[in-house]
């Protein structure tokens, strides 16, 4: 099974749905988990996704000292 690789703003975007959600009490308790741990997924690639570019920036900005 292939994963389908989130862009930062689609992931961003989900985040923001789930928070709605769960701040206007517009989500059941049995679905509580769920999201949350979604949410937790959703940071995770988020995080990984600012690193890597992080990274990359400061490779760049390195070629370009030289």
Same mark, same amino acid.
């Given at each position: 099974?292939?994963?389908? =690789?989130? +862009?930062? @703003?689609?992931? =961003?975007?989900?985040?923001?749905? $789930?928070? &709605?959600? =769960? @701040?206007?009490? &517009? $989500?059941?308790? &049995? !679905?509580?988990? #769920? ?7 959703? $940071?995770?690639?988020? +995080? &990984? $996704?600012? @690193? +890597?570019?992080? @990274? #990359?920036?400061?490779? =760049?900005? !390195?070629?370009? !000292?030289?």
């Amino acid at each position: 099974m292939t994963k389908k =690789i989130l +862009k930062y @703003e689609d992931a =961003i975007s989900e985040l923001e749905e $789930i928070v &709605d959600k =769960i @701040e206007n009490a &517009d $989500i059941s308790v &049995d !679905e509580l988990s #769920e999201k949350v741990k979604r949410a937790s997924e959703l $940071i995770k690639v988020c +995080k &990984d $996704i600012l @690193e +890597k570019t992080d @990274e #990359e920036v400061q490779k =760049i900005l !390195e070629g370009m !000292e030289k």
